[in-house]
């Protein structure tokens, strides 16, 4: 079904310094607006009432890596775009998460206490599962007979370095900002949190524009791939918050957690020169991250509205 998106694989998106640089920046004033909305006690939930956010965790960081691998096995896209939802999948909830739980009317400080808690440990969840999930696929991928593809010879430490300078430091900064600074915090979190979201999006249109004709010649097949994996990634949040009896305000907060991925972060370990060599074609990688960062808000939109709409019952 997707073999003409074995062009995609061929492509490689090699990336100036100054586009790195921007993408990094752009990164790193994200994740100081999402930071801007964490309280030191916010972590106080996790102690208080473990159990919503220890499902949360597990939903995103366990089962999502583990059902984009069988995904992977099922509709067998082409080698660059399998290893490109796996590193979706690999990374911590996206930026808009807590906005879209508010919207829903789910549990914005569950949302929030996740959020917190994914991106810390991001920086050691991220590189394991890219390294273990990315390494078995090799393995099948070459067992099975294709055109060999190389080991992956990531070395983990280095996803951590670079997720923690572009995670860790300005989440731990936002925090403290907001906690000594709370009459600034409550005048910039929103324009820098609205401004963010641009930021991105303007940041995805940078990273298609040299490679836009191959984009649109394989966006019909890219559409179908992303809605899956992020349906999956949706649907896998409630339904496991469904099984474990969380009530609906928890489902819908750890659905759309598990559903938002940090697709940026993505897009700077692709073009980081250390992790993949230049000569490593990261198409099929680079397209559906940026997809993933327009349609995932998208459908988190829609998602959120629908249930917002939607009064719960007291339970």
């Not at 691998?69 to 290893?83: E, G, N, R």
């Not at 907060?253 to 073009?271: C, D, K, P, R």
Request: proline share 5%; charged share 10%; with cysteine.
């Amino acid at each position: 079904m997707f073999e003409s998106l074995e062009a995609l694989d061929h492509v490689r998106l090699n990336f100036s310094q100054g586009g790195l640089l921007f993408l990094n920046i752009a990164l790193v004033i994200i994740m100081f607006g999402v930071a801007l909305s964490i309280k030191v006690n916010d972590f106080k939930a996790v102690v208080q009432k473990p159990k919503p956010t220890i499902v949360g965790y597990i939903s995103q960081f366990f089962l999502l890596p583990a059902l984009t691998f069988l995904l992977i096995l099922i509709i067998k896209p082409t080698p660059s775009v399998a290893l490109g939802m796996i590193m979706v999948a690999a990374c911590p909830g996206g930026n808009i998460s807590n906005f879209l739980s508010s919207l829903a009317k789910g549990n914005t400080a569950l949302s929030v206490t996740m959020t917190a808690l994914a991106t810390l440990s991001a920086i050691f969840m991220t590189p394991f599962n890219f390294s273990f999930w990315g390494g078995i696929y090799v393995n099948y991928y070459n067992k099975q007979g294709g055109a060999f593809l190389r080991p992956l010879e990531i070395e983990p430490m280095e996803i951590f370095f670079t997720v923690f300078v572009i995670l860790g430091i300005p989440v731990i900064l936002g925090v403290l900002f907001a906690q000594y600074f709370p009459s600034i915090t409550k005048k910039i979190v929103k324009p820098i949190q609205r401004f963010s979201i641009f930021f991105f999006l303007v940041m995805v249109v940078i990273m298609l524009k040299n490679n836009f004709s191959q984009f649109l010649s394989n966006i019909h097949l890219i559409f179908i791939i992303v809605l899956l994996h992020n349906a999956l990634a949706l649907g896998t949040g409630f339904s496991f918050a469904s099984i474990l009896k969380l009530n609906r305000k928890d489902r819908r907060s750890i659905s759309i957690e598990t559903g938002i991925q940090n697709s940026g972060l993505a897009l700077t370990l692709m073009f980081n020169p250390k992790l993949f060599p230049v000569d490593f074609e990261l198409g099929g990688m680079a397209v559906i991250a940026a997809w993933w960062g327009i349609w995932h808000i998208i459908s988190g939109l829609i998602m959120a509205t629908l249930w917002g709409r939607k009064p719960l019952d007291d339970e």
